[in-house]
Nanobody, 117 residues
């Protein structure tokens, strides 16, 4: 069983920064990559950033240039560094792990990020 645990969420003023981390544990059936999604109240969950096992990265347009996804070389932990935060970044951020060629996703429990004055 794969388990993901996020940490690092909190409250910050607009323009501030936060860094999230996600640690994976358990037996991973065909590791393909990791990523971050977020879900604001009343909205669907959306992809924020993804990094493949080959190191390729993708970002949603709304966070391009502000957020950076990175990983430990051992692939047990992935980070999301968030700069120049905006109120619209407020959401629960979820870590995901892509397995079995990307056909299966494992999810963390989420960590709250609140951007307000």
């Amino acid at each position: 069983q794969v388990q993901l645990e996020e940490s690092g969420g909190g409250s910050v003023q607009p323009g501030g920064s936060l860094s999230l981390s996600c640690t994976a544990s358990g037996s991973i059936p065909g590791f393909n990559g990791m990523g971050w999604y977020r879900q604001a109240p009343g909205k669907e969950r959306e992809m924020v950033a993804t990094v493949t096992n080959g190191g390729w990265k993708k970002y949603d347009d709304s966070v391009q240039g502000r957020f950076t996804i990175s990983r430990e070389s051992g692939w047990n932990t992935v980070y999301l560094t968030m700069n120049s935060l905006k109120p619209e970044d407020t959401a629960v951020y979820y870590c995901t792990l892509y397995a079995l060629g990307g056909d299966v996703n494992y999810w963390g429990q989420g960590t709250q990020v609140t951007v307000s004055s």
